[in-house]
């Protein structure tokens, strides 16, 4: 497994602790743990909690948003800022990359038994010479041997081996050396820029989706200035002299989110409180070895999560608007405070690699997936809006006018023909000198039989009609159940109703249909 890696920070290692504060978040960040020891009176991180990374989420768009119920809101233009205010850590990046390390192992040549050894390039006090010496003792009772047969005679002679069906002192060549990196992340002077990945988790109220997580991808660079440079065959050289590094701010733009109103307010869109990111999925670098380099699932506590490479690792901070502490005498591993929001015993089957759900590899063990929560308490502090969504105010309906004066009075003979098509026409009269408003429906005076039950049978639904002053006609079509009954019976007993829109005396009256 890849460890943890870096808070990032951006002023001179030499600034007081006031300077290098950042605007009010706080980060889980392990890397930035590990170098306390280089600062005793000042840590980067004390108990892993980083307060130098000062963050932002804005909006660059002052366009204005409306929230209708039911229909998508975008929220678009969303930048997120970084701005490292503490580089110790980045120093330290630079400080802790190693060289090219080699190693030697077979079975020694003067040796009678088939064992291997690893050799180890060691001073013989006897007599103050360099040997390629090997421990034939228990780690409680070293016993280094010091054979004659393995004297480093030339500057770079490798140890003498043999093969396990060769007799001891015959036939031996020089051991091939096993070569490997030690930890690298940034191994030159000068600018660095690696891949930098973020998720930002925004909440909205009054929003079907509630909260959204927004990954963005980057990058950051970092600038090492250096008199005397390390390199890979030069170790010593990182960690020998003053190391000055710097750190630019880094600006990421957001992808567009769409959010749906429900009409219960306005929408209001907010960094979102702790806990809401769920699990997201980081890319995994190290060496290549077994369990490097293979995507993790994680689940962060915070708001923001920043994911920063380096050369062959990658660094994490998990951030939150607001203050994080230690919970007394709960302790923290490394390994746990990676995963985040998890059990710290029992692996959690949603994190880890995709491949092993609830592990993941490391150099040389599989290794639970487990987490720190209840390890950390989180002190959230709400940020001001980043935009809000009105609702637009509903629009007047209009309300009819009241009927006035006199109601209408239907004009219409008792017994009535339908038209072929199946339309009636009715005498209506209205007494008044203004238009009034009816709405007119008409129902069988009896019950019929309908299916399986007998009801009473909408003739003609409800229709809205004006009348001018004076005589009019209005028609109204025959429901396809009106048509039917008519046909089978001859005749229909009809009450057609005159509601007035408005208000007033409902007008009523009971004609007979006949079939034409």
Not at 80 to 108: C, H, N, W
Not at 245 to 268: H, I, M, Q
Request: charged residues 15%.
């Amino acid at each position: 497994m890849l460890v943890p890696v870096a808070a990032l920070a951006a002023v001179v290692a030499t600034s007081p602790a006031a300077a290098m504060e950042g605007n009010g978040w706080s980060c889980i960040s392990p890397f930035a743990n590990f170098t306390n020891g280089a600062y005793p009176d000042d840590p980067p991180a004390k108990d892993h909690i980083l307060d130098s990374l000062a963050i932002s989420v804005t909006r660059t768009d002052s366009s204005p948003l409306t929230a209708v119920p039911g229909q998508k809101v975008a929220l678009n233009d969303l930048r997120l800022d970084l701005d490292f205010k503490d580089t110790r850590p980045a120093e330290q990046m630079y400080r802790r990359t190693g060289a090219v390390a080699s190693s030697f192992s077979g079975i020694p040549y003067e040796q009678t038994e088939d064992t291997n050894r690893t050799f180890s390039l060691r001073t013989n006090p006897a007599d103050n010479k360099s040997y390629w010496s090997y421990n034939t003792g228990t780690n409680a009772a070293p016993k280094w041997e010091y054979s004659p047969e393995q004297l480093v005679e030339t500057a770079g002679q490798p140890p003498k081996v043999r093969a396990a069906d060769v007799d001891a002192k015959t036939t031996w060549t020089y051991a091939t050396p096993t070569l490997s990196l030690e930890h690298r992340y940034i191994s030159h002077t000068g600018n660095s820029q690696f891949p930098l990945d973020a998720w930002v988790t925004i909440a909205a109220s009054n929003t079907v989706e509630g909260v959204q997580t927004i990954p963005v991808k980057g990058y950051w660079t970092v600038n090492i200035k250096d008199a005397t440079p390390g390199a890979p065959g030069n170790k010593a050289g990182y960690n020998d002299g003053p190391v000055t590094a710097t750190v630019p701010p880094v600006s990421l733009n957001l992808a567009t989110t769409r959010w749906t109103p429900t009409g219960a307010g306005a929408v209001e869109f907010t960094v979102a409180p702790p806990r809401n990111m769920g699990v997201v999925q980081i890319e995994s670098k190290g060496y290549d070895v077994v369990g490097y380099n293979t995507p993790l699932n994680v689940r962060p506590f915070g708001s923001v999560y920043v994911r920063a490479q380096s050369e062959s690792y990658g660094s994490s901070n998990d951030c939150i608007p607001g203050q994080i502490s230690l919970v007394p005498n709960s302790g923290v591993g490394t390994g746990g405070l990676f995963f985040g929001d998890a059990d710290p015993t029992v692996p959690d089957p949603a994190l880890g690699d995709p491949a092993t759900p609830g592990k993941y590899a490391s150099r040389s063990n599989v290794n639970n997936a487990v987490g720190v929560r209840g390890r950390f308490a989180f002190a959230y502090t709400p940020l001001p809006a980043i935009a809000t969504a009105p609702l637009p105010a509903p629009a007047p309906i209009p309300q009819p006018a009241p009927i006035v004066g006199k109601a209408a009075e239907i004009t219409a003979p008792s017994t009535l023909k339908p038209s072929k098509a199946g339309s009636v026409k009715l005498s209506l009269r209205n007494p008044n000198t203004a238009v009034t408003r009816y709405k007119l429906t008409a129902k069988t005076v009896s019950k019929y039989k309908v299916g399986k039950t007998k009801k009473v049978v909408t003739v003609a639904a409800g229709k809205t009609v004006s009348l001018k002053p004076g005589a009019s006609d209005v028609s109204f079509p025959l429901s396809k159940a009106a048509k039917s009954l008519l046909a089978k019976h001859k005749s229909l007993k009809v009450k057609v109703t005159l509601a007035p829109v408005g208000g007033g005396s409902t007008v009523t009256k009971t004609i007979t249909l006949k079939r034409s």
